[in-house]
């Protein structure tokens, strides 16, 4: 008998495709995975009806190859960004952002990397304040998942924050303070083996005492790789709100933070 090679579904970032839909017991079969322009392969994983991981082969050019049991398989796959802007991907027109506007290229930047979109009638919305559930979508976004469909509509991100110790899942609809962005990204980072070793005081900033308890060390890391910045009058204002438009910034530091 044959049996059936079942491709998950609502794939984002890049394609994978079996070269059959059916085989039988011992059969050869071939996964090909391309990742859309500015992103790479996560992981890729391929299971028997037990649930089961089987093992693959890498033959190269996005090209593996298992053996077929006896059972139905089940091909999943997830992309992650590579960091590096697509060439091939044009810089979307928003209404709303100027030509020169300090956040233009970020914005263009986290749009092209599938991690934020507009909001309606052509705009990005740079000054609307950004809310603990967009932060988790977006993060969510940038680990390889995909999202559709819910209720509420960040349910799944907010579970996936939450499991990777990212977020407590409080609060969606309030707006990010500038400390509680560091502190997600430094947790997101540290869960991906990122160094988040803290290297740099606040004491140079005039009020970097602040900083509230829980968020120093994240701050630190932050202000240390060159993701977040002072405001004018040498300010860190931590617990200010986050627009859009700093978040885009930040995010674009974080892919390929300073030295």
């Not at 085989?23 to 322009?37: F, H, L, N």
């Not at 890729?44 to 298992?66: A, C, M, Q, S, W």
């Not at 027109?93 to 233009?104: I, L, M, Q, T």
């Not at 502190?183 to 005492?209: C, K, P, V, W």
Request: aromatic residues 8%; glycine residues 12%; hydrophobic residues 40%.
């Amino acid at each position: 008998p044959a049996y059936a090679i079942e491709v998950g579904k609502d794939i984002r970032n890049g394609t994978v495709t079996a070269n059959r839909r059916y085989a039988e017991r011992g059969d050869t079969v071939t996964i090909t995975v391309k990742p859309d322009d500015g992103f790479k392969l996560d992981d890729l994983t391929v299971t028997d009806k037990n649930g089961k991981e089987l093992k693959l082969t890498d033959k190269g050019n996005g090209k593996y190859t298992f053996t077929m049991p006896a059972g139905a398989v089940t091909v999943s796959v997830s992309f992650v960004p590579t960091g590096e802007t697509p060439a091939s991907v044009p810089a979307p027109s928003f209404a709303d952002v100027p030509s020169g506007a300090w956040y233009e290229q970020a914005v263009s930047g986290v749009w092209a990397r599938g991690l934020m979109q507009g909001t309606s009638g052509g705009a990005f919305s740079p000054s609307l304040p950004m809310t603990r559930a967009m932060l988790w979508t977006v993060l969510a976004r940038l680990d390889g998942q995909s999202f559709s469909g819910g209720e509420p509509w960040y349910a799944a991100a907010r579970l996936w924050a939450m499991e990777n110790a990212v977020s407590d899942g409080a609060n969606p609809n309030g707006p990010i303070t500038r400390e509680q962005l560091a502190a997600m990204l430094f947790r997101y980072a540290g869960s991906h083996g990122q160094n988040i070793a803290a290297r740099a005081g606040l004491e140079t900033f005039a009020d970097g005492g602040a900083v509230s308890t829980f968020a120093e060390a994240s701050v630190m890391w932050a202000v240390s790789s060159g993701i977040l910045t002072g405001k004018p009058g040498n300010t860190l204002d931590p617990q200010g709100t986050a627009t859009r438009a700093e978040v885009a910034v930040l995010l674009m530091r974080f892919l390929a933070p300073q030295a």
